[in-house]
């Protein structure tokens, strides 16, 4: 299908019956949808007047909402061009997990030897999640803020800094994830538990378990077929 055909396909799909939007909100939310749902190893360009072709709007709004994507870092802009949404490799994913596991490794056990997880309202953020199974972005915005919490209540501003710009490709790997496997999204939520229960524990090297085994089980929902053998062609060994 062309990514023509995929636009006006996308933008004739019922809305979810959710209250509306302002113009400007409901266009930032399609198009962050479309550019999540794009094949994650294929590069894609959009021009501001494919967009206001299929949907139907002028093109200021358009433009407002292609800027608000690049804030998050899920396409760059090309002057007089478009936008372009860059493919994610099977070695970013590889290379933005490691980065996350070494970050939130650490900061999980920061925050169960502090003692103060309790104002963290982690319990809030699991169950608003368990209510938004059926919406894949509000998921996994939810699971992003789940995380980003933990790695803030660390308390070290420069990690938590360099761990955002780790998490906005994350968007859109996680979003494949959840989408293709109805049982990762039901294992993520038991898996947040885990971290919260480990992190009122008190029990840093708990909280440090909860959270690599929840990492390494969201790396194996990321990979693609063919993945163990990226991996050994680069190391030699076939990952367990």
């Not at 680069?234 to 367990?240: M, V």
Request: charged share 30%.
């Amino acid at each position: 299908m062309t990514l023509m055909k995929r636009l006006q396909a996308r933008a004739k799909r019922p809305e979810s019956g959710n209250p509306p939007e302002a113009a400007q909100d409901s266009i930032y939310r399609w198009l962050k949808n479309h550019v999540l749902a794009l094949p994650r190893d294929e590069a894609s360009f959009l021009t501001e007047a494919e967009v206001c072709r299929a949907i139907g709007k002028s093109r200021t709004p358009v433009r407002e909402a292609m800027l608000r994507l690049e804030a998050d870092g899920l396409l760059q802009i090309i002057p007089k061009k478009g936008a372009y949404v860059a493919p994610i490799s099977e070695a970013e994913v590889e290379y933005v997990m490691q980065a996350r596991s070494l970050i939130e490794d650490w900061c999980v056990r920061r925050v169960a030897d502090s003692g103060d997880c309790a104002s963290l309202d982690l319990e809030r953020l699991v169950d608003r999640q368990a209510d938004l199974q059926t919406d894949p972005v509000a998921f996994i915005e939810c699971d992003r803020e789940f995380h980003r919490t933990i790695v803030r209540a660390a308390g070290n501003p420069v990690l938590a800094s360099f761990y955002e710009s780790l998490r906005d490709r994350q968007l859109r790997m996680g979003w494949h994830a959840v989408t293709t496997s109805k049982e990762r999204t039901a294992g993520v939520l038991t898996e947040h538990t885990a971290i919260v229960e480990a992190l009122h524990s008190g029990d840093p090297t708990r909280a440090e378990t909860a959270m690599t085994r929840h990492l390494s089980n969201t790396l194996a929902a990321l990979r693609r077929p063919g993945f163990d053998r990226w991996v050994q062609g680069r190391t030699g060994k076939i990952r367990a």
